[in-house]
């Protein structure tokens, strides 16, 4: 009976030893999908910064172009300004 007994303890121990076994191969499975993710997720941040600085870059560059236009905009208002009056005189005569 204690044979019985013994080889039933062993059998459980057995079991529970194939258990950690397969348990720490879900773990390291799992670990290495999570470095893939995080590896694929760190080049896709790299990615969007780099695309961020373009974007960036272009919104200054739009921003200058505009303030440029708009000062042309501005000068030629003057300039019409200016002009209106003589306008009025040459349609006057």
């Known amino acids: 009976m204690n044979g019985l007994a013994g080889m039933e303890k062993f059998s459980h121990l057995e079991d529970k030893i194939y258990l950690t076994i397969e348990f720490a191969k879900k773990m390291r499975e799992e670990k290495e999908k999570l470095e893939s993710e995080m590896k694929t997720l760190r080049h896709e941040i790299s990615t969007l ?20 236009i708009q000062l042309k905009i501005e000068a030629m208002l003057d300039a019409i300004t200016v002009i209106e009056p ?6 006057q005569s």
Do not use: C, G, P
């Open 86 to 91: 003589e306008v009025s005189e040459v349609l």
């Open 49 to 68: 910064l780099n695309e961020k600085s373009r974007l960036e870059e272009k919104v200054e560059d739009l921003m200058s172009e505009r303030d440029a």
